[in-house]
């Protein structure tokens, strides 16, 4: 015999049994990247323009390459929850699936390009200040 009333049961499983866990994740990368966005604006838009040399030297420094790395790996999986939800709530069966994967694939594939941009850029601005 159960002694759980259906509340008890009910309690903490949304639709989809984690509605609650990726609102909190939506709303923390979203409050995360309100801070990292503008950080790497001016990061990034101080370096516009310069030689490649000076856009190096000014990417390589440790601040600058955290928040940029930062901003993209937050970003990019903020934006593979978004658009899992978006798909989730117009698109159905094997199209849903295909796209989700794709979305994913999209945001890892970004992210390790970012890192590997900026990894180059940093070892690159260390190569010339030895």
Do not use: N
């Not at 990368?29 to 000014?58: H, T």
């Amino acid at each position: 015999m159960r002694y759980m009333t259906d509340r008890q049961r009910a309690v903490g499983k949304g639709a989809s049994g984690t509605g609650t866990e990726h609102h909190w994740f939506m709303t923390i990368s979203g409050v995360g990247l309100a801070f990292l966005v503008p950080c790497f604006v001016y990061i990034f838009g101080s370096a516009l323009g310069r030689p490649q040399a000076e856009v190096i030297e000014r990417l390589s420094h440790p601040f600058a390459a955290i928040v940029i790395a930062l901003t993209f790996l937050v970003g990019m999986r903020h934006f593979a929850k978004g658009a899992q939800s978006m798909i989730e709530d117009y698109a159905a069966g094997t199209t849903r699936k295909i796209l989700v994967i794709f979305v994913y694939s999209l945001s890892y594939v970004l992210s390790a390009a970012t890192l590997f941009a900026l990894g180059k850029m940093v070892l690159m601005g260390l190569m010339a200040s030895a």
